[in-house]
């Protein structure tokens, strides 16, 4: 098996718009719907046509599907979407719907079903993509058409975003994958010389801020409308929370004590005998090995890099974590003042750096590379107080169940956000190095439960103002 090109390849990535930025023209969303549809479907073809059939129909963990699953799922939620919906179009295979129905079945059931196997799959998407891409030529995508699937492409933007997250999926499949690694990609740039000096944390000032968004064309339901929240003053880690900073908390007991654990957390810890992150085991001969622990990623063991933002914590590691450090998860209102509020002009922006597309030098997005960057890295990309790293490299867990933004409505669908609002799921923030563009912005909010490790999430923590710095003139 030979590798495929990288989706990361200079040769296969333009340098593309991700998100049609408001008040685009027709023709200006069609060229972004276009590009931002072929970059998904040329890294979910990279990600599947690296591994044989029997690779691809396996299922690699019972929390995963079969790639071949998910490639097929992609195809049919675009017929359904884009075929049907907004094209008007008959079915083409209205027979696959309950298979590919992610509500029918749950994860585990899935190999089990009569799916397609890869080549029917792979021919599938193709002939959905084709008329996909016919609809989009002569649908009218002006920002005030009437039909909301259309107005600003945003059921196209809706649907790359879909690809790009099963991609994210899938890509978390491979990580969970046992065998020779067969996905390659650079590594990161080391972090910048300013990055050991940096404060450990940042002050955010008191004062309301505008959360979520009626103006970002492609953003989904969950994420709008803009509101005004009220959010105090308070500290927030600089970076995210450290490998080395994680394993101090390992070698002091953190695993072993109940007191920094919820009561939910800790019997979930001792059940699920956690000790470590995900991927994670002591070196053979710990000495030799700088921090002492080996991690599997991708196929390929290498020592923990120090440095680097830890990885694969479920929520109630980072919780117990934080607490540990005399700290706290931030909130979600919390991170997003930290990663939007312009203290120059009061508006919310788009992302730390400003409104304008994420590149590589501004955050680790897009599956350039297999893995996060150190902390401290891609300065750039800081927001106005100097907070890094906020978009690309590790997902963060908030404190924050997922719950409706005042004013919700669902669309396209209920079953995109609103059947998981509750308290069964925590919200992260911020986007990971295999998270591509389209499906990150300031605004973007993902959600899992509080046990899940295999997904690309770290965190950061943050904590009160103390008594007499709320007092103290100035903050
Ligand atoms: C937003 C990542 C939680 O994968 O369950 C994919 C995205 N929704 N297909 C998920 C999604 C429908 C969703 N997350
Ligand atoms: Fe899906």
Redesign the pocket.
Known sequence: MTAPAHPSDPATTPAASTTPPAASTPGAVRAAAREALERARRRTLALTDCLDDEELCAQHSRLMSPLVWDLAHIGN?EEIWLVRAAGGQDAIRPDLDPLYD?FQHPRAERPALPLLPPEPARRYVAAVRDRALAVLDTARLDHDEADPLLADGFVFGMLAQ?EQ??D??MLATHQLRHGPAVLRAPRPAAAPADAADLPAETWIPAGPFTMGTDDEPWALDNERPAHRVDVAGFWLDTVPVSNRAYQAFMADGGYEDPRWWTTAGWAHRVQAGLHAPLFWRRADDPEATPGGWLRRRFGVVEPVPLDEPVLHVCWYEADAYARWAGRRLPTEAEWEKAARHDPATGRSRRYPWGDADPTPELANLGQRHLQPSPVGSHPAGASPHGVRQLIGDVWEWTASDFAPHPGFTAFLYK??SEV?FGPDYKVLRGGAFGVDPVACRGTFR???YPIRRQIFAGFRTARDASPDETAGAGR
């Open positions: 939620q992610a879909h997250q099963h994210e999926t079953e995109y998981f993902n959600w899992d």
